[in-house]
């Protein structure tokens, strides 16, 4: 029974490239979310997506970043045009449905050049 | 955004000792649920807490839901070696489809030898 799969683990990008992080949610969850942690903090909000849907995107950046569910296929969280200030953990967690608790992957560590 | 205030930041223990830790808000919350993060992974849930005032267990630790809604407590009973790493708090509004998880700052457990 796979958990929240993320890929890659690792990432690294020079300035002014593009980072695509990619989530699979847990079987059977519709629901994905998306979160920054930055070193010694805790994770903060960026992005709540349904299939095809985004839902809630009071915590993302109004420039540069940009999620998306599709109907087939892994969540992604795209960041154009990167820069050093992007560097951090990016976590998603997936639930079935409303109201359940959300259930982590292991990140994709992000480092900027 | 916000962040919760969990006290205390850090705890050096003994094996064996027990461990308190809590967590409060300015704002109510309908869900509390408690992480852990060891280093280089994804937040694992321990416990979800759904009601005011709800005690919940999972083994050796024990979590309780302030009936004011804006705090949660977690212990952790005769501490083991893997209970090392940082803990976190998050609460969930869960209405009108907030979904998303506010996390509080942590609090780091070691253990001393």
């Known amino acids: 029974n796979a958990g929240v799969m993320q890929n890659p683990r690792h990432l690294v990008r020079r300035r002014g490239q593009e980072a695509r992080l990619r989530c699979s949610p847990m079987k059977g969850h519709s629901h994905v979310y998306w979160y920054r942690q930055l070193p010694e903090e805790g994770l903060k909000f960026m992005v709540y997506?349904?299939?095809?849907?985004?839902?809630?995107e009071s915590g993302m950046p109004k420039e540069r970043f940009s999620a998306e569910f599709p109907k087939e296929g892994p969540s992604i969280l795209r960041i154009q045009q990167v820069v050093r200030g992007d560097s951090a953990a990016y976590f998603c967690a997936s639930s079935p449905r409303l109201n359940q608790p959300q259930h982590f992957g292991d990140g994709t560590r992000l480092s900027i050049l | 955004g916000q962040q919760l205030n969990q006290s205390p930041q850090s705890m050096f223990i003994q094996e064996g000792e027990d461990v308190s830790m809590n967590c409060t808000s300015s704002s109510i919350f309908n869900t509390w649920l408690w992480y852990k993060q060891d280093p280089g992974e994804g937040p694992v849930l321990l416990i979800a807490l759904y009601k005011a005032g709800e005690l919940t267990s999972n083994g050796r630790l024990t979590a309780q839901f302030g009936i004011t809604r804006k705090d949660s407590f977690l212990n952790i009973s005769a501490s083991i070696p893997s209970d090392v790493g940082i803990y976190f708090c998050a609460g969930q509004d869960g209405n009108f489809g907030n979904e998303k998880l506010t996390f509080g700052t942590g609090t780091r457990l070691t253990i001393i030898p």
């Open positions: 997506l349904q299939k095809e849907n985004i839902i809630d």
